[in-house]
């Protein structure tokens, strides 16, 4: 099939890049509650930032928003206040992707790999992701993240390891591919300046790449998402129609696909513009202030 035919086909039989706003808005509230397989999730308030303290109610009152729309959920960091979330999950009936936030301190990276041990060996982790994009960002060695991921793997035996990375870099590193149990994808169209209308053929092709590289294993995509504000990048153009589209369409393929996928992200977070830029701040599904933005 051309591109050009693909991106005139919606999974739901009709273009959703030709619906307008309150069509686009009334269908996404039809697929949201029809379910999704998983959800990034952050705990942090307005004004609020890594580092800052996290208190056990603003978990909850988060996880209770989402509740009603997702099975699955997956964190990031195992320090900090965050080692509470798999817990409070738990309670809830959730299942648990449980990440550590690998950088270049290494107190940090020993804090972290020991919380999600803790968590694991207490049956709070369902599957536990050892570091995020620690190599796109250069943060560490390729033999040092091995070792990381085979001493989590020796010490939880029982539950699925594996490392979360843009798609490609399990094509480019494949002792990384090798050790890991599940491959972790994150496929973002729109930071690779993708336009909106074929961005759903372009996330199929970034998942059969890192498909093609895991040799058998699973592939879960662990993030994608599209931004409702923000300035363009090349081809790929921030709105709130745009967003709609996207999320459509990727929880339809996930759907129909049977696609585990993590869609990033649950709420807006204002901090992420230092790193990101201006668009950082809205990739949730629900806003800074926790309301459904469609």
Same mark, same amino acid.
């Given at each position: 099939?051309?591109?050009?035919?693909?991106?005139?086909?919606?999974?739901?039989?009709?273009?959703?890049?030709?619906?307008?706003?309150?069509?686009?808005?009334?269908?996404?509230?039809?697929?949201?509650?029809? !379910?999704?397989?998983?959800?990034?999730?952050?705990?942090? #308030?307005?004004?609020?930032?890594?580092?800052?303290? $996290?208190?056990?109610?603003?978990?909850?009152?988060?996880?209770? $928003?989402?509740?009603?729309?997702?099975?699955?959920?997956?964190?990031?960091?195992?320090?900090?206040?965050?080692?509470?979330?798999?817990?409070?999950?738990?309670?809830?009936? @959730?299942?648990? @992707?449980?990440? +550590?936030?690998?950088?270049?301190?290494?107190?940090?990276?020993?804090?972290?790999?020991?919380?999600?041990?803790?968590?694991?060996?207490? !049956?709070?982790?369902?599957?536990?992701?050892? !570091?995020?994009?620690?190599?796109?960002? &250069?943060?560490?060695?390729?033999?040092?993240?091995?070792?990381?991921?085979?001493? +989590?793997?020796?010490?939880?035996?029982?539950?699925?390891? !594996?490392?979360?990375?843009?798609?490609?870099?399990?094509?480019?590193?494949?002792?990384?591919?090798?050790?890991?149990?599940?491959?972790?994808?994150?496929?973002?169209?729109? *930071?690779?300046?993708?336009? @909106?209308?074929?961005?759903?053929?372009?996330?199929?092709?970034?998942?059969?790449?890192?498909?093609?590289?895991?040799?058998?294993?699973? +592939?879960?995509?662990?993030?994608?998402?599209?931004?409702?504000?923000?300035?363009?990048? #090349?081809?790929?153009?921030?709105?709130?129609?745009?967003?709609?589209?996207?999320?459509?369409?990727?929880?339809?393929?996930?759907?129909?696909?049977? $696609?585990?996928?993590?869609?990033?992200?649950?709420?807006?977070?204002?901090?992420?513009?230092?790193?990101?830029?201006? +668009? &950082?701040?809205? *990739?949730?599904?629900?806003?800074?202030?926790?309301?459904?933005?469609?």
């Amino acid at each position: 099939m051309s591109y050009r035919k693909e991106k005139q086909k919606s999974l739901l039989g009709i273009n959703v890049n030709q619906l307008e706003k309150k069509e686009l808005q009334k269908l996404s509230q039809s697929v949201l509650n029809a !379910g999704m397989h998983g959800l990034c999730f952050s705990p942090y #308030e307005e004004g609020q930032e890594p580092g800052d303290p $996290i208190s056990e109610a603003q978990i909850r009152k988060k996880i209770e $928003i989402i509740l009603p729309y997702t099975k699955w959920i997956r964190t990031f960091s195992c320090t900090e206040g965050n080692e509470q979330i798999p817990k409070i999950a738990k309670e809830y009936g @959730l299942k648990t @992707l449980v990440g +550590v936030w690998l950088g270049d301190d290494n107190q940090v990276n020993e804090n972290e790999i020991k919380g999600l041990i803790a968590l694991s060996k207490a !049956g709070f982790v369902d599957v536990a992701a050892v !570091g995020n994009e620690v190599m796109y960002r &250069g943060d560490l060695e390729e033999a040092e993240l091995i070792s990381f991921i085979n001493h +989590v793997k020796k010490e939880i035996p029982n539950i699925p390891v !594996g490392y979360v990375d843009a798609y490609y870099e399990f094509s480019d590193r494949p002792k990384i591919t090798e050790v890991c149990d599940v491959i972790l994808a994150n496929c973002y169209p729109y *930071w690779e300046g993708c336009s @909106l209308e074929y961005s759903l053929v372009y996330m199929k092709q970034m998942y059969q790449q890192a498909l093609n590289a895991a040799n058998g294993k699973k +592939v879960i995509i662990t993030e994608t998402g599209w931004p409702s504000k923000g300035t363009s990048l #090349e081809g790929a153009h921030p709105s709130y129609d745009n967003a709609l589209r996207y999320f459509i369409n990727a929880q339809k393929w996930s759907k129909e696909d049977a $696609i585990e996928m993590f869609y990033f992200s649950s709420f807006d977070e204002s901090w992420k513009v230092d790193a990101e830029g201006d +668009v &950082g701040a809205y *990739w949730g599904l629900w806003d800074k202030d926790e309301n459904l933005k469609f």
